[in-house]
C-alpha cells in the first residue's frame, strides 16, 4: 500500500517561496510519477507539475513554469515543490499525487495548506 | 477556464441513480480513452474511482460506473447513498498535460 505523506501548513508573506514536500513509502520510486495539484479555497483542481523520480524529468503547466521546481530525492523516497514570488492568490491546499499513465492519480497525499498573507 | 466542463450541482434521492456529464471543450475527449473521475469529500484529499473511461481501480464500488459518447464523458452513480454526497471531478489529458473539470457538487436528499 503505497501512502503519500506531505510536511505540514504554511504561512508565507507575499514575494517569498514556499517549498513542500511529499514522501513515499510502501512503495520505492519506480516508473511512476509524482504530480502536484493545487486548489484554491472552494475551487477546482489545477495541475502545477511532474516529476518521475527515476529519471528526474519534470514537466510543468504552462501557468506556473517560471514559478514552480519540482525535485526528487532517490534517497528518501521524497519529492519537492518550491513555488517563488508568491502571491495572494497562490493560496490553497496543495497536492502530490502519484499516477502510473500521467493522468489517472491512484495515491494522493493528504494536502498542505499554503496561506500567503502580508 | 477548465478544459471540461461540468455542471456545477447535480441531485437525487437515496437509492436512485444519477449521471454527472463531463464536456471537452479545448481537447478532444472523442478520440481519447482518457477520461478519469475523482471523488473530493469536504477536506479530503481526491479519490480516483474511475480512469480509462470505464475502469475502477480495486476497492472502488460497482455502482460507480464511466462512459462516453463523442465529446462527453459520463459518470454514473447508481444505488445512490448518503456518503456519495461530494464534489466529482473528471480529468483527462492533453498535451502530455493533465486538465480537470470544474467539478460538480452532488447533494443527495
Known amino acids: 500500500q503505497v501512502h503519500l505523506e506531505q510536511s505540514g501548513a504554511e504561512v508565507k508573506k507575499p514575494g517569498s517561496s514556499v517549498k513542500v514536500s511529499c514522501k513515499a513509502s510502501?512503495?520505492?520510486?519506480?516508473?511512476?510519477?509524482i504530480s502536484w495539484v493545487r486548489q484554491a479555497p472552494g475551487q477546482g483542481l489545477e495541475w502545477m507539475g511532474r516529476?518521475?523520480?527515476?529519471?528526474?524529468?519534470?514537466k510543468h503547466a504552462q501557468n506556473f513554469h517560471d514559478r514552480v521546481t519540482i525535485t526528487a530525492d532517490r534517497s528518501t523516497n521524497t519529492v519537492y515543490m518550491e513555488l517563488n514570488s508568491l502571491k495572494s492568490e497562490d493560496r490553497g491546499v496543495y497536492y502530490c499525487?502519484?499516477?502510473?499513465?500521467?493522468?489517472?492519480?491512484?495515491?494522493w497525499g493528504q494536502g498542505t495548506l499554503v496561506t500567503v498573507s502580508s | 477556464q477548465s478544459a471540461l466542463t461540468q455542471p456545477a450541482s447535480v441531485s437525487g434521492t437515496l437509492g436512485q441513480s444519477i449521471t454527472i456529464s463531463c464536456t471537452g471543450t479545448?481537447?478532444?475527449?472523442?478520440?481519447?480513452?482518457?477520461v478519469s473521475w475523482f471523488q473530493q469529500h469536504p477536506d479530503r484529499a481526491p479519490k480516483l474511482l474511475i480512469y480509462?473511461?470505464?475502469n475502477r481501480p480495486p476497492g472502488i464500488s460497482y455502482r460507480f460506473s464511466g462512459s462516453k459518447s463523442g465529446n462527453t464523458a459520463s459518470l454514473t452513480i447508481s444505488g445512490l447513498q448518503t456518503e456519495d454526497e461530494a464534489i466529482y471531478f473528471c480529468?483527462?489529458?492533453?498535451?502530455?498535460?493533465?486538465?480537470f473539470g470544474g467539478g460538480t457538487q452532488l447533494t443527495v436528499l
Open positions: 499525487a502519484r499516477s502510473q499513465d500521467g493522468y489517472s492519480f491512484d495515491y
Open positions: 510502501g512503495d520505492t520510486f519506480s516508473s511512476y510519477s
Open positions: 516529476i518521475i523520480p527515476m529519471s528526474r524529468t519534470t
Open positions: 479545448t481537447i478532444d475527449i472523442d478520440d481519447s480513452y482518457y
Open positions: 480509462d473511461v470505464i
Open positions: 480529468g483527462s489529458y492533453t498535451d502530455d498535460s493533465p486538465v
